[in-house]
Nanobody, 114 residues
Framework: QEQLVESGGGLVQPGGSLRLSCRAS????????MGWYRQAPGNQRELVATITAGEDTIYADSVKGRFTISKNNAKNTMYLQMNSLKPEDTAVYYCNAISFRYTWGQGTQVTVSS
């Protein structure tokens, strides 16, 4: 079963930016509706951004206007550009299909703190 690999997290000051990557070993992004999820300590995992196979995008209200989801089908990679980061964006970020059909990866930690 496909397992996705997330990367690009780190420690950033409020107002800063990060770009997360989600890599697959085979071509899935052209055919599946995908999402970026995040889970903060004590909270449930939440969907923050969706990109469909046809490249329509949907964002949670909490990140709208600050985050941008995109993908490169030829590179089997999906991205999450995060700008104007806030402390409440601190979480482990994961990628998966909207259907959760793939094995969850380790995620990548994003910490927003001064």
């Amino acid at each position: 079963q496909e397992q996705l690999v997330e990367s690009g997290g780190g420690l950033v000051q409020p107002g800063g930016s990060l770009r997360l990557s989600c890599r697959a070993s085979r071509s899935i992004f052209a055919f599946d509706d995908m999402g970026w999820y995040r889970q903060a300590p004590g909270n449930q995992r939440e969907l923050v951004a969706t990109i469909t196979a046809g490249e329509d995008t949907i964002y949670a209200d909490s990140v709208k206007g600050r985050f941008t989801i995109s993908k490169n089908n030829a590179k089997n990679t999906m991205y999450l550009q995060m700008n104007s980061l806030k402390p409440e964006d601190t979480a482990v970020y994961y990628c998966n299909a909207i259907s959760f059909r793939y094995t969850w990866g380790q995620g990548t930690q994003v910490t927003v703190s001064s």
